[in-house]
């Protein structure tokens, strides 16, 4: 079964700019979670989808935004970009009712200049 | 959700047992402890999880301490492939896909 694929795994945005990134979950798994890595701040989570539906929002202001689509593939959305959203943004795809196992995709690295 | 705390790192000897400690004094009763593992520019990874008995796997052992205040993640046979980032996450079982990583320990598995 294949793993938890995110794309693209590198990207460079300048200041300004916004950006996509996608993420396919498990085949089955319904819940796609969002995480944003920095050196400074570590993993902070940043929203939860399920059924479409975000049921789950971390403490993140409303120029990072998401979305799921029926197959339960995940983008999230990232406006008017900063040099503070240079990150590695991590997606993770659980089982309903498989309590917090979450399965991670590689990531994607963005960086802002 | 409980706090955790954890040792900034650790060094273990390859094929010695590595024992990674985490604390939780606050845990709930409903709350289960989870350990992930990060290895460098790769996503994190579920090792195991436990709500009070002592769990084993494939990868790891979790030992909780009878008051769940703390318990220690334990891989049995350290290789320098276990060199990773390992943290110690307290949820209640279905927390609508968040888990609040700490900072987690690093360690290091030396030959």
């Known amino acids: 079964k294949a793993g938890v694929t995110q794309t693209p795994r590198y990207l460079i945005k300048t200041r300004g700019q916004q950006v996509t990134l996608s993420c396919s979950p498990i085949?089955?798994?319904?819940?796609v979670s969002w995480y944003q890595q920095t050196p400074g701040q570590g993993l902070q989570f940043l929203f939860e989808y399920f059924s479409e539906t975000q049921r789950n929002k971390g403490n993140f202001p409303g120029r990072f935004s998401g979305r799921q689509f029926s197959n339960s593939r995940s983008e999230m959305n990232v406006s008017t970009l900063e040099l503070g959203d240079s990150a590695l943004y991590l997606c993770a795809s659980s089982l309903i009712g498989g309590g917090n196992i979450q399965y991670f995709g590689a990531g994607t690295r963005l960086s802002v200049l | 959700d409980a706090k955790t705390t954890q040792p900034t790192s650790m060094d273990c000897a390859e094929g010695r047992a590595a024992n990674l400690p985490c604390n939780h004094s606050?845990?709930?009763?409903?709350?289960?402890v989870y350990w992930y593992r990060q290895i460098h520019s790769q996503g994190p990874q579920y090792i195991i999880h436990g709500l009070k008995n002592n769990e084993t796997n494939e990868m790891a052992s979790l030992i909780i301490t009878e008051d769940r205040k703390s318990s220690t993640l334990i891989l049995p046979h350290a290789t320098l492939r276990d060199t990773a980032v390992y943290y110690c996450i307290v949820s209640r079982e279905n927390q609508g896909g968040k888990l609040i990583f700490g900072q987690g320990t690093e360690l290091s598995v030396k030959p």
């Open positions: 606050t845990i709930s009763g409903n709350e289960y």
């Open positions: 085949s089955g798994h319904r819940s």
